[in-house]
């Protein structure tokens, strides 16, 4: 039961936090965010405490799924901008189950 409980939390984490990043880098659109804003603003602006190898890694996940576009730079760090599905995400006008955070 614990275990279970533990999974839905993690679960819930992990899609709040792609949340919040696809609403950040919405709010900056079309221009390319640092991978390392991103991190600090999820941490000032959203209270979400998340490093930046989480960060990336959910950069990484929402590009899979064509949500976001990342282009890598210098330090293996990364610029970052949301996709036009990524803004209908955001704004709930995408079609029901065509996108999954």
Sequence with gaps: MESE??????????????LYILQLLNDTYPKFEHSDVVCRRL??????????????????????????RLEQIVG???LATITADGRDVVEGTGAPGTKVL
């Design 76 to 78: 293996g760090r990364f």
């Design 43 to 68: 941490s000032t602006e959203r209270g979400m405490n998340a490093g930046i190898n989480d960060v990336v890694r959910e950069l990484h996940y929402l590009a899979e799924r064509q949500l976001v």
């Design 5 to 18: 409980l533990s999974d839905i939390l993690r679960t819930t984490h992990l899609k709040a936090l792609r």
